[in-house]
């Protein structure tokens, strides 16, 4: 179906900035969206599930965020479906985690993709 492959996290101070990359490969005209979830660290052993969901980009464009999360970070996408970015500004520290790129589409059957994970750690 679909591959995903994460790049950009690190360390970084608060109130810096990050651009995560997610790229996609496979069946990528099947997704219909795109999204960021975060695992926080005291539970990267736990399931996706219990993963936290961060910000959605549709095929039509149009974008959804959690709370407290709007205004500092911006998910975009490639016109293609190649590529879903993530670009946050103003970290906290309570932003720190392992962030997963994810994929929904509905071609054959309903499915969801999931990357690898890249961590980011907000920390002075």
């Known amino acids: 179906q679909v591959q995903l492959v994460e790049s950009g996290g690190g360390l970084v101070q608060p109130g810096g900035s990050l651009r995560l990359s997610c790229a996609a490969s496979?069946?990528?005209?099947?997704?219909?969206?795109m999204s960021w979830y975060r695992q926080a660290p005291e539970s990267t052993q736990a399931p996706e599930s219990t993963r936290e969901w961060i910000a959605t980009v549709r095929n039509s464009g149009a974008t959804e965020y959690t709370e407290g999360v709007g205004g500092r970070f911006t998910i975009s996408r490639a016109n293609d479906n190649s590529a879903v970015d993530l670009r946050m500004n103003n970290l906290r520290t309570e932003d720190t985690g392992v962030y997963y790129c994810?994929?929904?589409?509905?071609?054959?059957?309903?499915?969801?993709?999931w990357g690898q994970g890249t961590q980011v750690t907000v920390s002075s």
């Open positions: 496979g069946s990528t005209w099947t997704i219909l969206t």
């Open positions: 994810m994929v929904y589409g509905t071609h054959p059957v309903s499915y969801n993709s």
